[in-house]
């Protein structure tokens, strides 16, 4: 397995990913690459180091994870020490290989790296950076219930 930042070229097979991942009722379905694009990597604060990506021997991308940051008081810029793990997924047929596990270190030494204190998992006040209307509607306030395969990354 090799982990790397995100490339340009990789939007289709993230997209694609997001389909494939089964995330639950709170994830959106059926929408487009552009769609993706829009809600994932076109905020302007968008960082590629922060968006890991896990690919098998062959190039195909089986997982990400999506590290950013929460947003100031002020709500003027991002709070560096506060990170977050907006996305975390692993491709069905990948799943319990330790890829997840791997993508969330990975995520956590970006995010320390940058200044984080406080790493936390999923949406919430302030923390709705990414994939706002895809994933939680509006105002996410973490991850679906449902879809808490990766419980055993975010549950101490």
């Known amino acids: 397995m090799h ?5 340009n070229s990789d939007p289709p097979g993230l997209h694609q990913l997001w389909h494939q991942s089964r ?14 694009e829009l809600f994932a990597i076109s905020p302007p604060y968008f960082e590629r180091d922060g ?3 896990a690919e098998d021997d062959a190039g195909r991308l089986v997982g990400y994870v999506h590290a950013s940051f929460a947003v100031n008081a002020a709500e003027t810029g991002l709070d ?3 990170g977050i793990l907006a996305a975390l997924m692993v491709h069905p047929e990948y799943r319990r290989q330790g890829i997840g596990r ?5 995520a956590e030494r970006y995010l320390v790296s940058r200044g984080a204190r ?12 990414f994939y706002c209307g895809i994933y939680g509607g509006l105002e996410a306030a973490g991850f679906c219930s449902e879809a808490m395969a990766g419980r055993d990354f975010f549950g101490s």
């Open 51 to 53: 968006l890991i990506v």
């Open 118 to 129: 406080v790493v936390e998992a999923g949406g919430g006040l302030n923390r709705n950076g």
């Open 80 to 82: 560096c020490t506060q």
């Open 3 to 7: 982990y790397r930042p995100y490339h």
């Open 23 to 36: 995330l639950g009722k709170n994830a959106a379905e059926g929408f487009g690459c552009d769609i993706f």
């Open 102 to 106: 791997a993508l969330v270190q990975h």
